[in-house]
């Protein structure tokens, strides 16, 4: 119950076009879901966060895209860019009583952007 | 510069051998965590420090220990490695206040092998 399901395993997309990552999860507890962008030889660094209160959430191209209902959420990257070449994480936390701020991880998808 | 500092950036063991992974953060940081990563596997959470003086496992904790020194370093110790220690370890630490709540820093890793 405390996994993260995370899709595609890796992802090639040209240049200008749309990536989509998907993830999802069965702990109707988790109220905050993150989505972390890692480079080789670097730590993963946070990228933009989403609250189940909104089903959707934009900053500069990246949107995160949540369905309550479906226990879904998915990243869109628009316009990607070769930069964007990455390794993607999902995640999860469950604030509870604790609030210890752990976060559980998707098994993450490695974003190929071709110029 | 700001951030988390984890030491050493490489290291080679060999079965049996003990080593300590240092982490130390100066952004005040009352949380710190350390996972491991694995191809395929995304991160998994060892063990972690919800405040100074307390530590708890996370979901890998076989074969390691911890210490929180004080509220700015927090020490990953391998007794007696083994090869399925092979890994890429990172610490955290997390912010506590705002909408990035629950958000991350993340060391630059340790890429562990163990022989």
């Known amino acids: 119950q405390q996994q993260v399901k995370q899709s595609p395993q890796s992802l090639i997309v040209q240049k200008g076009g749309i990536s989509i990552i998907n993830c999802a999860y069965e702990?109707?507890?988790?109220?905050?879901f993150p989505w972390y962008q890692q480079f080789p030889g670097k730590g993963p660094a946070l990228l933009i966060a989403?609250?189940?209160?909104?089903s959707e959430k934009k900053e500069g191209r990246f949107t995160i895209s949540f369905n309550k209902s479906a226990k879904q959420f998915s990243l869109h990257i628009m316009d990607s860019q070769p930069g964007d070449s990455a390794t993607y994480f999902c995640?999860?936390?469950?604030?509870?009583?604790?609030?210890?701020?752990?976060?559980?991880f998707g098994q993450g998808t490695t974003l190929q952007v071709k110029p | 510069n700001a951030g988390v500092t984890q030491t050493p950036k490489f290291q080679v063991l060999k079965t049996g051998q003990s080593m300590t992974l240092q982490c130390a953060q100066d952004?005040?940081?009352?949380?710190m965590y350390w996972y491991r990563q694995d191809p395929g596997m995304g991160l998994r959470l060892i063990y972690y420090?919800?405040?100074?003086?307390?530590?708890d496992k996370g979901e890998v904790p076989n074969g390691y220990n911890v210490s929180r020194l004080n509220k700015r370093e927090f020490s990953l110790r391998l007794e007696s490695a083994a090869p399925s220690q092979t890994s890429v370890y990172f610490c955290?630490?997390?912010?506590?206040?705002?909408?990035?709540?629950?958000?991350?820093?993340f060391g630059s890793g340790t890429r562990l092998t163990v022989v």
């Open positions: 989403i609250r189940p209160d909104v």
């Open positions: 995640a999860a936390s469950n604030k509870g009583s604790s609030n210890t701020g752990k976060l559980i």
């Open positions: 702990n109707t507890a988790f109220d905050y």
């Open positions: 420090s919800a405040s100074e003086g307390t530590t």
């Open positions: 955290a630490s997390r912010e506590s206040t705002g909408d990035r709540g629950y958000g991350y820093t």
């Open positions: 952004m005040n940081h009352n949380s």
